[in-house]
């Protein structure tokens, strides 16, 4: 977690929630959810980049690109040459390479 901006709430599998906060680490299947008037920004260790908005839910799919976002708006930045990466909501899948990507649930 790179930044937070009100409330953002850290989702960790197998524990009790909790407020996040910078340098919090994410790992496979672990979710983030923004409160209204909320952001977060997420640094991955590809160099990737997520801005979440107000009212989302975001989590990541264990030993793939796959991003979930179950509610909110995200913009991704994905550097060139880290390969395929897909963002799955209710209602589609997307699938970028070395771009950029903005996506409302």
């Known amino acids: 977690v790179r930044t937070v901006k009100n409330q953002v709430r850290l989702l960790l599998q197998g524990e009790a929630p909790r407020d996040a906060k910078t340098n919090d680490r994410l790992k496979p299947n672990d979710s983030l959810a923004t409160g209204r008037r909320s952001r977060a920004e997420l640094r991955f260790s590809d160099r990737s980049l997520a801005r979440l908005g107000e009212l989302a839910l975001f989590r990541f799919v264990p030993n793939t690109r ?40």
Do not use: K, M
């Not at 976002?69 to 997307?94: C, E, K, M, Q, W």
């Open 66 to 105: 796959n991003f979930h976002l179950d509610n909110g708006t995200t913009l991704l930045l994905i550097p060139p040459g880290r390969g395929r990466t897909n963002v799955i909501t209710p209602n589609a899948t997307a699938g970028v390479r070395g771009s950029g990507l903005f996506v409302r649930y």
